[in-house]
């Protein structure tokens, strides 16, 4: 059965800088080809390409993830009805929440104490306000579909959900209509599993393709209203970082982001288009996201030094076994990688049969990426971006 399966292979050289720390402050690492590597979560990217889409698509093709999904929703109900009082809208919210996902909906122990202590004021009601025992992911679509069901039942909302129809409602409202984020990163109900969505897309750890050692920056700060007679500095203190070239690998599969939009956000769409702009906005999110830790301390602000896409009809393939022996750098390590790559791709793809069928999109920067040129279609971030889209289009429509 053919398949539509995009991979974006990254080689991105990052200076010295801490985005992505452990739980002493550190740069994260990981050894892989028996040396210590510069690692960068995939969570820290998959977080970092989830804020480029709100420069990318509309606040409807979003959604939020929230352990305050109570209020979400009752600020959708306030817009939708604006005489109904906070405190009954937060109510509403609640409860068509908790019937919507079979999750307890709450006041926590620690904000139920605080609004106790302060006597309840409005604000204070408003901070004690119930929320999820974790994050849910909610599209815009979602929210403000289960505000209209909370309405309807504004009169009785617990005798409104003992029927058996507008609870099925409900559910079905929070398992439609998901956004752009959702679909592809997928999200997971602890207490309802039958509303859970896999994630289309999967992105890996990146990881240095060379040795890398952490340093520490030992740093003062000095106090502007020390007088001569006042030496030293205000504030000591240390802060660790590391430098990378890094290869970043995320596949996505376009069947999955697919059957997860289902029909998409706009009503008029054609059948392909909501799935053309989502993977639109991935590969540009994707390859020009940054994650921010310490960026004001350290200003990392780079971008890739080469970009290599493939589209197939099979299986994702990541190629960092290009890196298992890490490059020494003797001419760079931007050159070396991109001369592993350039080699390693043809040997991965003529011994499995994996180029039949697959279209390359190449994006480099300067002579060291070179090597990489006859691997495909030679294109700027716009190109890509455009070629991509209308690629993935033209495949869903012949499928359909």
Request: aromatic content about 6%; hydrophobic content about 35%; glycine content about 4%.
């Given at each position: 059965m053919s398949r539509t399966i995009l991979d974006l292979h990254v080689i991105q050289t990052v200076p010295p800088s801490n985005i992505n720390r452990d739980d002493t402050g550190a740069p994260k690492t990981a050894v892989y080809g028996g040396v210590r590597r510069s690692r960068v979560s995939s969570q820290a990217w998959k977080r970092a390409t989830r804020e480029a889409f709100t420069e990318l698509l509309e606040p409807a093709e979003l959604g939020v993830r929230t352990r305050k999904v109570a209020e979400l929703v009752a600020d959708s109900i306030q817009q939708q009805d604006d005489t109904v009082e906070r405190a009954e809208a937060v109510k509403l919210a609640a409860e068509t929440?908790?019937?919507a996902t079979?999750?307890?909906i709450e006041v926590p122990k620690r904000k139920a104490k605080s609004a106790k202590d302060a006597d309840a004021t409005d604000t204070d009601a408003e901070q004690a306000a119930p929320e999820s025992s974790y994050l849910m992911?909610?599209?815009?679509r979602q929210r403000d579909g289960l505000a209209e069901l909370a309405l309807r039942g504004r009169e009785d909302i617990k005798a409104f959900f003992k029927s058996k129809e507008n609870k099925a409602e409900a559910k079905q409202?929070?398992?439609?209509?998901?956004?752009v984020d959702i679909a592809l990163f997928g999200r997971m109900v602890a207490d309802a599993a039958d509303i859970n969505v896999d994630a289309s897309t999967q992105v890996a750890h990146a990881i240095s393709v060379h040795a890398a050692e952490t340093e520490a920056d030992y740093y003062t700060a000095v106090d502007d209203r020390n007088t001569d007679e006042e030496s030293g500095a205000g504030m000591i203190g240390t802060v660790e970082f590391n430098s990378a070239t890094l290869y970043r690998y995320a596949a996505l599969n376009v069947d999955q982001l697919a059957k997860n939009l289902g029909p998409g956000i706009?009503?008029?769409d054609p059948a392909a288009d909501p799935v053309r702009?989502?993977?639109?906005?991935?590969v540009r999110g994707f390859i020009s996201s940054m994650p921010t830790g310490k960026v004001n301390t350290f200003g990392n602000h780079t971008l890739p030094d080469a970009v290599v896409v493939k589209l197939r009809?099979?299986?994702p393939i990541s190629f960092v076994g290009a890196f298992e022996q890490p490059t020494k750098g003797d001419s760079g390590h931007v050159r070396e990688a991109c001369e592993k790559l350039a080699k390693y791709i043809p040997d991965v793809e003529s011994t499995y049969d994996a180029a039949e069928g697959t279209e390359t999109w190449v994006m480099r920067v300067g002579d060291a990426t070179a090597d990489l040129a006859g691997l495909g279609t030679e294109v700027t971030l716009s190109e890509l971006v455009t070629a991509v889209g209308r690629a993935v289009q033209q495949r869903r429509e012949q499928g359909a």
């Open positions: 929440v908790q019937i079979g999750s307890k992911f909610l599209s815009s409202i929070a398992n439609t209509r998901h956004s706009r009503d008029d702009r989502a993977v639109e906005a991935f009809s099979d299986r």
